[in-house]
């Protein structure tokens, strides 16, 4: 069975890849070796690290978070998620296609447990059997400040305000609106690509939505010109809908990952666990 690399931290394992199980996600995960990740702690499922991959593939054989052993190595299409469920889970109504078994010692268990309070350490996936090559990041299909590799300047200007709520209150908000705008953005590939058809006005409108909200209210400002570049490009016609949907999904969930990165998630959860406003009020 053929294996996959995985370095972290100078520690290395390696994932048996599940090609007969599931052909199509391997295959494009193997076009695209080898890549980098920074590493996010899932926020529901558990113990699971995950990363963003500029790749697009279909559910293989779906399976949900009871359904899967420890040291599931997955994609989540929805998101573009390379996961690694290593530990203990927890309830999350999830579909993911399975495409290997982790193979690691306890040193590169405890590199990923660390990520839980060290979110952005590198991943790096890559093929043993296959000739050196340098990793080369995405290229957008429009002209943006988006890196893939960088915190782009926009979102640090945001990160490094000062003020009453600031920079927490656009940082959280813009992460959930992110989130929002990557699923439905997702929502109308599988359409497009199922042959389906939307309405160009209101698919305008939505985007326009997010323009005011990530851009007006939050303060980011080209991250909301790079929508309105993707709105042009969708809504033009000037190149397939499937094909830009495909970046606009890429470029959003590296937008969404970079201010996930900013988020302190654990010392937001122990601060939650503290005895809230509402048990104060009800004693």
């Not at 370095?7 to 994932?15: D, K, S, Y």
């Not at 927490?168 to 705008?181: F, H, N, Q, T």
């Amino acid at each position: 069975m053929k294996k996959i690399n995985l370095r972290l931290n100078g520690q290395v394992a390696c994932f048996e890849l599940f090609e007969k199980e599931a052909p199509v996600t391997c295959a494009h995960l193997l076009a695209i070796l080898p890549q980098k990740i920074d590493i996010h702690y899932a926020k529901f499922a558990g113990q699971e690290i995950l990363g963003v991959l500029p790749m697009m593939a279909p559910i293989e054989g779906g399976k949900n978070l009871t359904e899967i052993e420890q040291g599931c190595v997955a994609f989540f299409p929805d998101r573009a998620f390379f996961c690694i469920y290593y530990g203990e889970l927890q309830d999350e109504e999830v579909s993911i296609t399975v495409i290997g078994q982790l193979r690691a010692d306890e040193k590169f268990i405890a590199e990923m447990e660390k990520c839980r309070f060290r979110q952005g350490d590198i991943l790096e996936i890559y093929d043993p059997d296959a000739a050196p090559a340098e990793y080369r990041p995405h290229d957008f299909l429009i002209d943006t400040g988006m890196r893939w590799d960088k915190l782009p300047d926009d979102i640090r200007r945001v990160y490094e305000k000062r003020g009453i709520s600031l920079p927490g209150g656009p940082v959280i908000y813009s992460d959930g609106e992110s989130r929002k705008l990557a699923d439905m953005l997702y929502t109308l590939y599988t359409c497009v690509s199922g042959g389906g058809t939307f309405d160009k006005n209101f698919v305008g409108k939505l985007l326009d939505y997010y323009v005011l909200k990530i851009g007006g209210w939050c303060g980011m400002t080209d991250c909301a010109s790079d929508i309105l570049q993707y709105k042009e490009l969708l809504l033009s016609g000037a190149r397939p809908a499937e094909e830009v949907l495909v970046d606009f999904i890429y470029w959003t969930n590296r937008m969404s990952m970079w201010i996930d990165l900013l988020i302190p998630w654990e010392e937001v959860t122990g601060l939650m666990r503290q005895p809230s406003s509402i048990e104060l009020l009800a004693k």
